[in-house]
């Protein structure tokens, strides 16, 4: 039996996604669990098995396009089977594995913990087929599109005919032509309200219909490319957004003596060289930056608008930003304050590899309660770095580089590290940050207590 193999729900609220690259093709055979596609989402490219084992029917997207949650990404069934020519590929908004009946975007799909390793599978459902039309249809409408909107339509009464509603809504449904197929019940036994039709409404008004998009390569001035906005890219752009229209940001800057942390480091490198360990100054960081935590709870946290209350978070997972060809993937490292130096660092090198090659798992980039950004990589000093929302703040590292300064009375040339610290105003003032960078200097000017 031909079945509909929908792109699944694969958690942290994704809805979308691109086609990477089909791994097999019309007529090939799959077992089960194997992955047929690779899909972008907006934090990484996954590999999509297959749920059941049989012969690929039909393909419905094409590498490069983009697919949302819940739409059709190819029938699977046995060899010869026949597929309708236009199979659904409505998508679906999904909740504990069941689809709701209510207008489109009106709901978002509840996020679904993936535990690592573990494969997401998506939904089957029997694949509509050309024998489901019946012969007296076939004959009054002779023509295949005609037949097509014939059934359409027919499924489309049928199920606002199921639809539990009274006469009087399903009047007030017609008068804003409003299907109630479409609709999610509230009353008694899922019975759709008055309520529930004029919201329907309201949301379909705000909704504006497509129309064609003239598109041109050329301003006044000259030519110009346009590239979408999309996948990781776009998941970035709307996660900056609603972090600085959400949270007040002030940022806090200073600058670090790491003279002997820089001595330190050329001293250990080689050793963590010969045992595979890739020694940079990011663990030092991370490791200052989680025991200075523990005093300073404020900048461990997250608001909760909705219930007026600051959560106060007692473990230490250290987000670092990586730089990847499609923008910037923040992995965890997590209980950062139990580890050593040299964990922390192999952590941290294969973290970010997986993050450039986009094999990481979205488990590994869950959970973070702290950031850091390292902008020093690409030559700079300070910054006004964005806050990875809902954390409460983020500490951008700059260049190290030699600086003329006065100490115990002489001129010497030490190694400064500059630091932007940028916090939710809602939750911490700015001596509660100024102590807390104080802190984070103390351990880093001071090789002996973050090692201790």
Same mark, same amino acid.
């Given at each position: 039996?031909?079945?509909?193999?929908?792109?699944? #729900?694969?958690?942290?609220?994704?809805?979308?996604?691109?086609?990477?690259?089909?791994?097999?093709?019309?007529? #090939?055979?799959?077992?089960?669990?194997?992955?047929?596609?690779?899909?972008?989402?907006?934090?990484?490219? $996954?590999?999509?098995?297959?749920?059941?084992?049989?012969?690929?029917?039909?393909?419905?997207?094409?590498?490069?396009?983009?697919?949302?949650?819940?739409?059709?990404?190819?029938?699977?069934? @046995?060899?010869?089977?026949?597929?309708?020519?236009?199979?659904?590929?409505? /998508?679906?908004?999904?909740?504990?594995?069941?689809?709701?009946?209510?207008?489109?975007?009106?709901?978002?799909?509840? /996020?679904?913990?993936?535990?690592?390793?573990?494969?997401?599978?998506?939904?089957?459902?029997?694949?509509?087929?050309?024998?489901?039309?019946? @012969?007296?249809?076939?004959?009054?409408?002779?023509?295949?599109?005609?037949?097509?909107?014939?059934?359409?339509?027919?499924?489309?009464?049928?199920?606002?005919?199921?639809?539990?509603?009274?006469?009087?809504? %399903?009047?007030?449904?017609?008068?804003?032509?409003? #299907?109630?197929?479409?609709?999610?019940?509230?009353?008694?036994?899922?019975?759709?309200?008055?309520?529930?039709?004029?919201?329907?409404?309201?949301?379909?008004?705000?909704?504006?219909?497509?129309?064609?998009?003239?598109?041109?390569?050329?301003?006044?001035?000259?030519?110009?490319? %346009?590239?979408?906005?999309?996948?990781?890219?776009?998941?970035?752009?709307?996660?900056? +957004?609603?972090?600085?229209?959400?949270?007040?940001?002030?940022?806090?800057? @200073?600058?670090?003596?790491?003279?002997?942390?820089?001595?330190?480091?050329?001293?250990?490198?080689?050793?963590?060289?010969?045992?595979?360990?890739?020694?940079?100054?990011?663990?030092? +960081?991370?490791?200052? $930056?989680?025991?200075?935590?523990?005093?300073?709870?404020?900048?461990?946290?997250?608001?909760?608008?909705?219930?007026?209350?600051?959560?106060?978070?007692?473990?230490?997972?250290?987000?670092?930003?990586?730089?990847?060809?499609?923008?910037?993937?923040?992995?965890?490292?997590?209980?950062?304050?139990?580890?050593?130096?040299?964990?922390?660092?192999?952590?941290?090198?294969?973290?970010?590899?997986?993050?450039? @090659?986009?094999?990481?798992?979205?488990?590994?980039?869950?959970?973070?309660?702290?950031?850091?950004?390292?902008?020093?990589?690409?030559?700079?000093?300070?910054?006004?770095?964005?806050?990875?929302?809902?954390?409460?703040?983020?500490?951008?590292?700059?260049?190290?580089?030699?600086?003329?300064?006065?100490?115990?009375?002489?001129?010497?040339?030490?190694?400064?590290?500059?630091?932007?610290?940028?916090? #939710?105003? %809602?939750?911490?003032?700015?001596?509660?940050?100024?102590?807390?960078?104080?802190?984070?200097?103390?351990?880093?000017?001071?090789?002996?207590?973050?090692?201790?």
């Amino acid at each position: 039996m031909a079945k509909e193999f929908k792109f699944p #729900d694969v958690g942290e609220g994704i809805a979308e996604g691109d086609i990477v690259k089909w791994l097999v093709k019309e007529g #090939d055979n799959v077992s089960e669990h194997q992955a047929i596609v690779k899909i972008e989402t907006s934090k990484a490219i $996954v590999d999509i098995p297959s749920p059941t084992s049989g012969t690929v029917l039909k393909i419905n997207f094409k590498e490069g396009e983009n697919v949302k949650v819940g739409q059709v990404l190819a029938v699977i069934g @046995d060899r010869g089977e026949k597929t309708a020519s236009h199979p659904s590929t409505t /998508p679906a908004t999904e909740t504990g594995g069941q689809q709701s009946r209510v207008v489109q975007q009106q709901t978002k799909a509840q /996020p679904v913990i993936v535990p690592r390793g573990v494969a997401v599978v998506g939904e089957l459902e029997e694949a509509k087929t050309s024998g489901a039309v019946c @012969d007296v249809c076939r004959l009054a409408f002779p023509n295949q599109q005609k037949l097509s909107e014939h059934v359409a339509q027919e499924h489309k009464t049928q199920a606002a005919a199921q639809a539990l509603a009274t006469p009087a809504v %399903r009047a007030l449904a017609r008068q804003y032509n409003l #299907d109630l197929a479409k609709v999610s019940g509230t009353g008694p036994a899922s019975r759709i309200t008055e309520a529930d039709v004029k919201k329907a409404v309201e949301f379909q008004q705000q909704v504006k219909p497509e129309t064609p998009r003239v598109v041109k390569k050329y301003d006044f001035f000259g030519y110009v490319d %346009r590239v979408p906005l999309k996948g990781m890219r776009k998941s970035i752009a709307d996660n900056m +957004v609603k972090s600085l229209f959400t949270a007040p940001h002030v940022t806090h800057m @200073d600058e670090i003596d790491v003279t002997d942390l820089w001595a330190h480091r050329e001293k250990e490198k080689k050793s963590a060289e010969q045992n595979g360990v890739k020694l940079t100054f990011m663990p030092y +960081v991370i490791k200052a $930056v989680s025991a200075a935590l523990k005093n300073h709870p404020y900048l461990n946290a997250a608001m909760d608008s909705e219930n007026q209350e600051i959560i106060l978070k007692k473990y230490y997972n250290i987000g670092f930003a990586v730089a990847t060809e499609d923008g910037l993937l923040v992995p965890v490292v997590k209980a950062a304050e139990r580890k050593g130096l040299r964990d922390i660092a192999k952590e941290v090198e294969g973290l970010a590899q997986k993050a450039r @090659d986009r094999t990481i798992d979205l488990m590994q980039m869950r959970g973070g309660t702290f950031t850091i950004t390292n902008i020093g990589s690409v030559g700079g000093l300070f910054a006004t770095p964005i806050i990875n929302y809902p954390e409460s703040a983020i500490l951008a590292l700059g260049k190290i580089h030699d600086k003329v300064a006065v100490v115990d009375g002489k001129i010497q040339i030490r190694k400064a590290l500059p630091v932007s610290l940028a916090f #939710d105003h %809602r939750i911490l003032d700015g001596a509660e940050a100024a102590a807390f960078v104080n802190e984070v200097k103390k351990y880093l000017e001071d090789v002996a207590l973050l090692i201790s």
